[in-house]
T-cell receptor
Framework: GAGVSQSPSNKVTEKGKDVELRCDPI?????LYWYRQSLGQGLEFLIY????????KSGLPSDRFSAERTGGSVSTLTIQRTQQEDSAVYLC?????????????FGQGTRLTVV | AQSVTQPDIHITVSEGASLELRCNYS??????LFWYVQSPGQGLQLLLK??????LVQGIKGFEAEFKRSQSSFNLRKPSVHWSDAAEYFC?????????FGQGTTLQVKP
């Protein structure tokens, strides 16, 4: 597609349930990133993929969070046993390749609300 | 550790007035610096970036930023603000491919 696509755009879930957030990057972009935006913490890096592998998972807040990428394209961020503090906007970005000077293009995000 | 500080959480300017948003960074090597804008309900859009060379960089929508190594700053400027510039602005430093963001500055534009 023309841009980074994320689904769903909004998700309300009950505490303790699992959720899956999807990111469809720009075609041909090898690098894919997940960030979280919340009121108290600002924009935080979660994980990035180079192809299908994830060299840096340092930002994942706990072992309830996991992500995968298949076929060098679509990525899924999974949060197990959701907690209220997981409520945030989850942003996905992609770039043509990986490096400090490559431009990342962001999707519009998935707003997750845990009730 | 690498970090980015945006000292102003909220700024209000009148339409047509000039704007400067402050950004300070802490980074051990030559920084790769970015400014992004986020309008309500939208994702982040890149305004401009600095990698090397000329320290004054031009971006989209009439924005510019100046890299000052001596001050560890990368302030964003616009000579004349439009009502449509009301948004949240994020400064970021590239760190090993990922972005480290400041806390953001919310810009309000008065008519």
């Amino acid at each position: 597609g023309a841009g980074v696509s994320q689904s769903p755009s909004n998700k309300v879930t009950e505490k303790g349930k699992d959720v899956e957030l999807r990111c469809d990057p720009i075609s041909g972009h090898t690098a894919l990133y997940w960030y979280r935006q919340s009121l108290g913490q600002g924009l935080e890096f979660l994980i990035y993929f180079q192809g299908n592998s994830a060299p840096d998972k340092s930002g994942l807040p706990s072992d309830r969070f996991s992500a995968e990428r298949t076929g060098g394209s679509v990525s899924t961020l999974t949060i197990q046993r959701t907690q209220q503090e997981d409520s945030a906007v989850y942003l996905c970005a992609s770039s043509l390749d990986f490096g400090p000077n490559t431009e990342a293009f962001f999707g519009q995000g998935t707003r997750l609300t845990v009730v | 550790a690498q970090s980015v500080t945006q000292p102003d959480i909220h700024i209000t300017v009148s339409e047509g007035a000039s704007l400067e948003l402050r950004c300070n960074y802490s980074y051990g090597a030559t920084p790769y610096l970015f400014w992004y804008v986020q309008s309500p309900g939208q994702g982040l859009q890149l305004l401009l970036k600095y990698f090397s060379g000329d320290t004054l960089v031009q971006g989209i929508k009439g924005f510019e930023a100046e890299f000052k190594r001596s001050q560890s700053s990368f302030n964003l400027r616009k000579p004349s603000v439009h009502w449509s510039d009301a948004a949240e602005y994020f400064c970021a430093v590239g760190d090993d491919g990922k972005l480290i963001f400041g806390q953001g500055t919310t810009l309000q534009v008065k008519p």
